[in-house]
């Protein structure tokens, strides 16, 4: 009983703060709140999961999420373990290096995001003055669909390397400077090192910083919001734009809930598969 | 020594910024030799195992393996194998996988790896271990498993940091033995670095002592012991540590505890103020008018008696104080 008494409080944060609101999710989302219904609350059954069951714009903007989240993930990982790697080496000004790698994770998404909107504006932004000093037409970067999807990645890619590259930092420090000299005098290439002692050694890091990105970059709503707005054509739109568009800009709130749990139960079906995979390959090995 | 050495450090210097961490270093290394690097921590003993296996750069001076100069070579064309102080074992790997990637890495056909494994795997008593992961092993293990990979790389000189600092004592002189007939079982000439004296005299044919980044001096066990060539050498030689008696014309007299000896007249008079029981003898710490001193004995002398201790003149070592160099050259043999 006494037990049940010391974990209230952390039981009673949890079921404030993610039990009650996904039950009030999933009440919402068998209403009808929009404005047909005068903002009413009218129960309506499953209408609301079969209309998501049958939205083209639920499932192409699922798949366009999975795909900008695999494509900046891997990038991040790559560009991060790079720069992680350089970091790591002793150089003058490493120090301050460092800090200064670390400003663009600092950064407010939505400051940056407007950054790189001017960035890519056309005509009057600073790549397309690049791109007219080369005698070329402007490119409507932000206007067409593949350049659009193209933007949320590099902008998304640039603010969260940083992060990836600091973890990865971490990891490459726990890995003892003499396995490298001792693989040296075996008659071992720095190149051979990475393969065989940094990347094997990393793995524990790497996991978790893909673990940590790819639970952000799944979710991911101020970017797109400000970037692209989810445009041209929704071509950029994400799971949780879409949510928001459904309940601020269609102001149907029973839908909005829908397309969330959607979501949630799209993540939650991924990460099960993915530690199922993982205890697999535990087993495996 | 009329064979030619294997090893040579000619002039050998190491400085970081102002500091030299070695200075003028020289030294001969006889094919299957096995010498000790010995000297208290800080002394730069390990600097001399990193700068000969290239892991840290020569600043001034010479190194010939073989009448090859290695000294600008990069650490994976030397042939030179080490035993680090943490072992330096892949964690992520098994002990044969430990034991084969450096042969993979160099080439050797997989045929040819798998008889040097299982040659070394028998030599070493490894066997058994072969799929652990180096955290399943024991100390003494992982030591085998590191001498085992710097064994297969057939170094033409074997380096060895403090390879029994990480054990314990009683292990350590099981060891001994053991890891003195692996290295004199080798061609290669042996570095063995460690500031333990006992283990240096266990295992080494000769021994090298270093202080303060500089060489005080290289010779037999005996020769350090009997023979020590400055101050310096006869107080970290020998434990107990040898009497230091300052004498009225700038000399000092070394005496080993073992070699005074209770005299009716004459001789300096002491009092016994404690006493070490260790079976075979026993340790007393005396007090005198030139300071404390040092003897081992077979008597029964009780805390607080008072007598005479006296010493033949062979057995007495003399240095100048102010240089600390030995003066003559008496007490060649006990």
Known sequence: MSSLLLMAPALLLLLAVFVWPLLDYAWLSLQAQSVFTGLETVPVGAANWQRLLADGRFWQDAGQTLRFALVSVALELVAGLAIALLLHQRWRGRGTVRSLALLPWALPTTVMALGW?????????????????????????????????????????????????????????????????????????????????????????????????????????????????????????????YAYLNAMRFLDFGYSATVMLGMFLLLLLGAAALLLWRRQAEVGA | ???????????????????????????????????????????????????????????????????????????????????????????????????????????????????????????????????????????????????????????????LDEPMSNLDAQLREELRPQLRA????????????????????????????????????????????HHPANLFVAGFIGRPQINLLPQDDGTVVGIRPEHLVAVDSGGVPVRVRSREWHGASQQLLLESAQGPLRWTCDGNQEIGEELRLGWEPRHEHRFREASGERLGSPGRHA
């Open chain 1, 117 to 241: 909107r001017w960035i890519f504006n056309d005509p009057h932004g600073p790549l397309n003055g690049v791109v007219q000093s080369l005698g070329l037409a402007t490119v409507p970067f932000l206007a067409s669909p593949d350049l659009a999807w193209v933007a949320t990645v590099v902008a998304d890619v640039w603010k969260t390397t940083p992060f990836v590259a600091l973890l990865l930092l971490a990891g490459l420090q726990m890995i003892p400077a003499d396995l490298y000299e001792a693989f040296a005098l075996e008659g071992g290439t720095p190149w051979q090192g990475l393969r065989r002692i940094t990347l094997p050694l990393l793995r524990p890091y790497i996991f978790i910083a893909a673990l940590f990105r790819l639970a952000q970059a799944l979710g991911v709503f101020d970017l797109i919001a400000v970037l692209t707005g989810g445009g041209p054509a929704s071509s950029t739109e994400s799971l949780a734009v």
């Open chain 2, 1 to 159: 020594m009329t064979k030619t050495a294997s090893l040579r450090l000619e002039g050998l210097c190491r400085r970081i910024g102002e500091r030299a961490i070695l200075d003028g270093i020289n030294l001969e290394v006889a094919a299957g030799e096995c010498l000790a690097l010995l000297g208290p921590s800080g002394c730069g003993k390990s600097t001399v195992l990193r700068v000969i296996a290239g892991l840290d750069p020569c600043d001034e001076g010479r190194i010939l393996l073989d009448g090859r100069d290695i000294t600008h070579r990069p650490p994976a064309r030397r042939r030179v194998a080490m035993v680090f102080q943490s072992y330096a074992l892949y964690p992520h790997l098994s002990v044969e996988r430990n034991l084969t990637l450096g042969m993979e890495l160099r080439g050797v056909p997989p045929e040819q790896r798998e008889q040097e494994l299982a040659a070394v795997l028998e030599l070493l008593q490894l066997g058994g271990l072969r799929r652990r992961r180096p955290a399943q092993l024991s100390g003494g293990q992982r030591q085998r498993v590191a001498l085992a990979r710097a064994l297969l790389r057939k170094p033409q000189l074997m380096l």
């Open chain 2, 182 to 225: 692996i290295l004199s079982g080798g061609r290669a000439p042996a570095i063995h670095v460690t500031h333990d004296q006992q283990e240096a005299m266990g295992i080494a044919d000769r021994i090298a002592v270093l202080h303060d980044g500089r060489l005080q001096q290289c010779g037999t066990p005996r020769e350090l012991y």
